[in-house]
């Protein structure tokens, strides 16, 4: 059974430029959860999709969204990027989401900003 | 507010045990679980503690209590491959919010020869 898939692997931005990075979960997977992972701050979530809708938010800014698709796949979009926006971000899926099911984890998008 | 501590680091040779300590703040407290992460690796799921007391899964193990607002990962047996960032996470559920999962700033555990 394959993993999760995050594409694309590396990616260099400037100040001001827009990101999308795509998240593709394991089959049968309907929630779609993303994490941005930083030196020292461990993993701040951002939010998480089930069924092509946004079942929970962190505290971030507007500039960062999301969406799902009805295969369970899921896009998240940072627009007007900062240097603080670096970071590695991280995709997870589980069955249906819930605290008590595992998430598993894609091998992240690390975005550096220049 | 909410809050989650464990502590930065913990070193320890091959063979020992170590407790990864973690405690927390949070309103809605519904679980606590237990992720590894290798150096630019994916964080990997471990355990999780949804009632008090001790779950068990071979050289790891993890404690929770509900009423100290605490909870710990045992690595007993400790190999080289160990060598890796804990995590705790707490998942919370509100009537405004579904199954949130906040995750602790990571313990790197160090095995030395």
């Known amino acids: 059974k394959a993993g999760v898939t995050q594409t694309p692997r590396y990616l260099i931005k400037t100040r001001g430029q827009q990101v999308t990075l795509s998240c593709s979960p394991i089959?049968?997977?309907?929630?779609v959860s993303w994490y941005q992972q930083t030196p020292g701050q461990g993993l701040q979530f951002l939010f998480e999709?089930?069924?092509?809708?946004?079942?929970n938010k962190g505290n971030f800014p507007g500039r960062f969204s999301g969406r799902q698709f009805s295969n369970s796949r899921s896009e998240m979009n940072v627009s007007t990027l900062e240097l603080g926006d670096s970071a590695l971000y991280l995709c997870?899926?589980?069955?249906?989401?819930?605290?008590?099911?595992?998430?598993?984890f894609g091998d992240g998008t690390r975005l550096s900003i220049l | 507010g909410q809050s989650l501590e464990q502590p930065s680091e913990v070193t320890a040779v091959e063979g020992a045990i170590v407790q990864i300590n973690c405690t927390y703040q949070?309103?809605?407290?519904?679980?606590l679980s237990w992720y590894q992460q290798h150096d630019g690796g994916a964080p990997t799921f471990l355990s999780y503690?949804?009632?008090?007391g001790l779950e068990e899964t071979g050289r790891f193990s993890s404690f929770l209590s509900r009423s100290d607002s605490y909870g710990y990962l045992l690595l007993q047996e400790l190999q080289m491959k160990d060598s890796a960032s804990y995590f705790c996470?707490?998942?919370?559920?509100?009537?405004?919010?579904?199954?949130?999962?906040?995750f602790g700033a990571g313990t790197q555990v160090v095995v030395t020869p």
């Open positions: 997870a899926s589980s069955w249906e989401g819930g605290v008590n099911q595992p998430q598993h």
């Open positions: 089959s049968g997977h309907r929630s």
């Open positions: 999709y089930f069924s092509e809708t946004q079942r």
């Open positions: 949070t309103s809605g407290f519904y679980g």
């Open positions: 503690n949804g009632l008090d």
């Open positions: 996470a707490v998942g919370t559920m509100t009537t405004d919010s579904w199954g949130k999962l906040q």
